[in-house]
């Protein structure tokens, strides 16, 4: 167990249905990320949030949209996704140090099929 | 991009054997990370190397670093079933606040 935690770790929606992804780590961290894994691409970057505050957004369609209520909370809102979408969405944390982000600690990702 | 690449892209061997993985990137960094990723699971950090060091070891780990060569390697010595898994490299720009993350190399260890 890395301290991070996702739910659903698996979820099935339609192109019209609207779902949230949450991660939540224990670990006193004060950034969190989103991340895109698809098959035989890259890891991608989605989102990073320092301090609650949205620090990057990497040209992220709208339909994905993030929300940090708290230092350990972090939630994915997806609506009208498409097929392409279909991924393992994957959360971390990380401490924030002066020279710049620490360390990233993951969670176990939720695998996502859009129909 | 300052994207790390792997190589190679797949590596099996037999158990007790040595793997060697590689990365190059293409700017400056002010550390690279190695991750561990078992299939369809969260990434797990492995070793953090920082610009200014040549050589880490964390038990059968062992990394290089080459700044001059934009390059890192990781070993893991007398590998073991468990080890089957995706390695992936990982570097963060000078005052950059984000990991980018190599395509990874998939390491399968036959019993």
């Known amino acids: 167990e890395t301290g991070v935690t996702q739910t659903p770790r698996h979820l099935v929606m339609g192109m019209t249905n609207k779902k949230s992804l949450k991660c939540e780590q224990h670990?006193?961290?004060?950034?969190m990320y989103w991340y895109k894994q698809s098959a035989k691409k890259p890891l991608e970057l989605m989102f990073v949030y320092s301090l609650e505050e949205r620090v990057e957004n990497n040209s992220v369609p709208s339909r994905f949209s993030p929300e940090c209520p708290n230092s350990s909370h972090l939630f994915l809102h997806l609506h009208t996704l498409q097929p392409e979408d279909s991924a393992l969405y994957l959360c971390?944390?990380?401490?924030?140090?002066?020279?710049?982000?620490?360390?990233?600690?993951f969670g176990p990702g939720t695998r996502l099929t859009v129909l | 991009s300052q994207q790390g690449e792997e190589d190679p892209q797949a590596l099996s061997i037999q158990e007790g054997e040595n793997a060697t993985m590689n990365c190059s990137y293409k700017t400056s960094i002010n550390n690279l990370q190695w991750y561990r990723q078992n299939s369809g699971r969260g990434l797990v950090h492995l070793i953090l190397i920082r610009s200014n060091e040549r050589e880490k070891h964390s038990g059968r780990l062992r990394v290089t670093l080459d700044t001059s060569k934009k390059s890192s390697s990781l070993l893991i010595t007398a590998s073991r079933a468990a080890d089957t898994a995706s390695y992936f490299c990982a570097t963060r720009g000078q005052g950059a606040q984000k990991l980018v993350f190599g395509q990874g190399t998939r390491l399968t260890i036959n019993p």
């Open positions: 971390a944390s990380s401490r924030l140090l002066a020279g710049g982000l620490d360390t990233q600690y």
């Open positions: 670990l006193g961290h004060n950034a």
